[in-house]
C-alpha cells in the first residue's frame, strides 16, 4: 500500500518560485521512479520531471533549465524546486510513483502564477 502527500503549492507571480514536496509512505519509494506530472485544467495530466531510483531525471522541455527534480530516500521525499515560473505553469501537480507497470497518485497540490 503506497500513499502519497503532496505539499507546498500556493499563489506566486510570474518569475517567482516554489519548491513542492511529496512524502511517501512504504519502503518501495526507494526502488521506484518517481515523478511530478501537472494538469490544467481541459488538458491531460503531462509528465513535468522524473527521477530514478539512482538519480537519473528528465524534464518536459518547456520546464528545462527552470525546474529541478531531487529524491531523498532517506526520507521518502521527492521535491520539485521551480523557479522562473511562467502563467503557463498554473495546474495541479500530482506527486507519481511508479513500479511499471503501476503508477500510485497524490491528491495534487495547486500552483497558480499569476500577477
Known amino acids: 500500500q503506497v500513499q502519497l502527500v503532496e505539499s507546498g503549492g500556493g499563489l506566486v507571480q510570474p518569475g517567482g518560485s516554489l519548491r513542492l514536496s511529496c512524502a511517501a509512505s512504504?519502503?518501495?519509494?526507494?526502488?521506484?521512479?518517481m515523478g511530478w506530472y501537472r494538469q490544467a485544467p481541459g488538458n491531460q495530466r503531462e509528465l513535468v520531471a522524473a527521477i530514478t531510483s539512482g538519480g537519473s531525471t528528465n524534464y518536459v522541455d518547456s520546464v528545462k533549465g527552470r525546474f529541478t527534480i531531487s529524491r531523498d530516500n532517506a526520507k521518502n521525499t521527492v521535491h520539485l524546486q521551480m523557479n522562473s515560473l511562467k502563467p503557463e505553469d498554473t495546474a495541479v501537480y500530482f506527486c507519481?510513483?511508479?513500479?511499471?507497470?503501476?503508477?500510485?497518485w497524490g491528491q495534487g497540490t495547486q500552483v497558480t502564477v499569476s500577477s
Open positions: 507519481n510513483l511508479r513500479i511499471a507497470p503501476v503508477y500510485y
Open positions: 512504504g519502503s518501495i519509494f526507494r526502488i521506484a521512479t
